[in-house]
C-alpha cells in the first residue's frame, strides 16, 4: 500500500499557507468514488472516474488479482482502440500500455485476447463496463492512513462511502458503518470513534487509535467528516459561530451526494462532446550517452462537466523528481530499473 500521503488543498484558504517546506505534486483527482457508477448520467463524467481508477490501479492504490488486470485492461483497450483490426493493430499492439503495476508479458496477452472479443463495443460501453468491475473491488474508493492499534500493531484505516474501515497486513479485520459512528475526535496524534452500543451491549464505547502525529491525526479527522457529510447527510453542517466555540470549526463545506445528484437531475443541454485523450504508456528510448529512459505520456483530469463526482486539487509529498506542467500532457523521464 502507497506510503506518500495527499492533503486536499482548502479553497478559502492560501495554497502557501497550506503547504511545508517539501517537494510537492500537485494534481486534481477524484475525491468521493461514487458507490455505484452506473448513476453517473453521462460519458464524459464516467470517462474521469475510469481515468482516476486506471491510475489507483496503476499506483498500486487498488490492488487487483491477475484475472482483474486482466479484464480491466481489455475495457481500456476497447475504449482507447475501439474494435481489434489486424491491418491497424497487427499482432502486438499494447506493449507501450500500461495497466497493471507489475505489467508481463503473459498479462498482456491476455488483454489482447479479450480486447478481440469485444467487437462492436463502444468507447462508453467498454467503461461502463470498466466501472461496473472496478466498483467491486474491495480497496475501491478507499482512503487509507497508517496508524497503530490500542496494543501498537501496524493497522491501516481506510475511509469510504460506507464509513470506517480497519486494516492488517493488507486484510481487513474490522468495518465501522456510519450509522455505527457516534462521535470522531482527535486530540493530538491520536484518533477516536465512539460506538453505539450493540444489540445485547448497554454503553457506548470508545475505540482509540494511535497517528503519526498531530496532522496525520488530524487528517484523518477531517477525511472522515468530509466523507460523512458527504455521502450522509442532505446539505452539509454549516459552521459554528461564536468566540466560545470549543474545538475545530471545521466542516465540509462543498456539495453533497443528494445535491450533486439533484443539480445533475436538472442539467438541460445537449450531452458535451470530448475527445478521449492518449492514455497513460511507456514509450522507450535512448539517452546520448547509451542508457535507457521511459518518458510517461500522463493525462490529466480537469473537471467533471456533470460534477456529480467532486474533482479537487490535492497535493502530495513527493521525493521524485518531478516537474508539474501547467499542460494536460506531463513529461518526466526516469531511468529503467
Same mark, same amino acid.
Given at each position: 500500500?502507497?506510503? &506518500? ?12 499557507? *497550506? ?5 510537492? *505534486? ?17 460519458d ?16 498500486g ?10 479484464l480491466?485492461? +481489455?475495457?481500456? %483497450? ?14 502486438d499492439?499494447?506493449?507501450d500500455f ?12 491476455? &488483454?489482447?485476447?479479450?480486447? !478481440? ?5 463502444t ?11 472496478a ?6 474508493? &478507499? ?7 490500542s ?7 481506510? &475511509? ?7 486494516? !492488517? ?12 459512528i ?6 493530538? +496524534?491520536n484518533?477516536?470513534?465512539? %460506538? !453505539? ?23 484523518l ?45 436538472? %442539467? ?39 460534477f456529480? %463526482? ?28
Amino acid at each position: 500500500m502507497p506510503s &506518500v500521503f495527499q492533503n486536499w488543498l482548502d479553497p478559502s484558504k492560501e495554497i502557501k499557507k *497550506q503547504i511545508r517546506n517539501s517537494p510537492w *505534486q500537485f494534481a486534481f483527482a477524484v475525491k468521493f468514488y461514487p458507490p455505484d457508477p452506473s448513476q453517473l448520467t453521462e460519458d464524459i463524467t464516467r470517462y474521469y472516474l475510469c481515468l482516476q481508477l486506471r491510475d489507483d490501479i496503476l499506483s498500486g492504490r487498488l490492488p487487483c488479482s491477475y484475472v482483474t488486470h486482466a479484464l480491466l485492461g +481489455s475495457y481500456a %483497450i476497447q475504449a482507447e482502440l475501439g474494435d481489434y483490426d489486424l491491418d491497424d493493430h497487427g499482432s502486438d499492439y499494447i506493449s507501450d500500455f500500461r495497466f497493471a503495476p507489475n505489467q508481463t508479458r503473459e498479462l498482456e496477452e491476455r &488483454v489482447m485476447e479479450l480486447h !478481440r472479443t469485444y467487437k462492436g463495443m463502444t468507447p462508453a460501453e467498454a467503461e461502463m463496463n470498466f466501472l461496473e468491475n472496478a466498483k467491486k473491488l474491495s480497496m475501491y474508493g &478507499v482512503d487509507l492512513h497508517h496508524a497503530k492499534d490500542s496494543e501498537g500493531i501496524e493497522i491501516m484505516l481506510g &475511509v469510504c462511502a460506507n464509513g470506517l474501515l480497519i486494516y !492488517r497486513d493488507r486484510l481487513r479485520i474490522n468495518r465501522f458503518a456510519w450509522p455505527k459512528i457516534l462521535k470522531i475526535s482527535y486530540k493530538r +496524534s491520536n484518533f477516536y470513534i465512539k %460506538i !453505539r452500543p450493540g444489540e445485547y451491549e448497554q454503553f457506548e464505547s470508545t475505540i482509540g487509535f494511535k497517528l503519526p502525529n498531530h496532522r496525520a491525526a488530524k487528517r484523518l479527522w477531517k477525511v472522515c467528516i468530509e466523507h460523512h457529510t458527504f455521502f450522509r447527510l442532505v446539505s452539509p453542517e454549516p459552521p459554528p459561530k461564536g468566540f466560545l466555540v470549543m474545538g475545530s470549526k471545521f466542516r465540509y463545506s462543498g456539495r453533497t451526494q443528494a445535491q450533486t445528484r439533484q443539480a445533475s437531475a436538472l %442539467i438541460d443541454r445537449p450531452a458535451p462532446q470530448f475527445e478521449r485523450s492518449t492514455s497513460r504508456r511507456y514509450l522507450l528510448s535512448r539517452s546520448l550517452d547509451g542508457g535507457e529512459y521511459i518518458c510517461l505520456i500522463k493525462h490529466q483530469i480537469i473537471y467533471s462537466a456533470e460534477f456529480i %463526482i467532486p474533482l479537487e486539487l490535492y497535493y502530495s509529498s513527493s521525493h521524485h523528481n518531478q516537474k508539474l506542467q501547467g499542460i494536460l500532457l506531463e513529461f518526466y523521464f526516469r531511468p529503467t530499473k
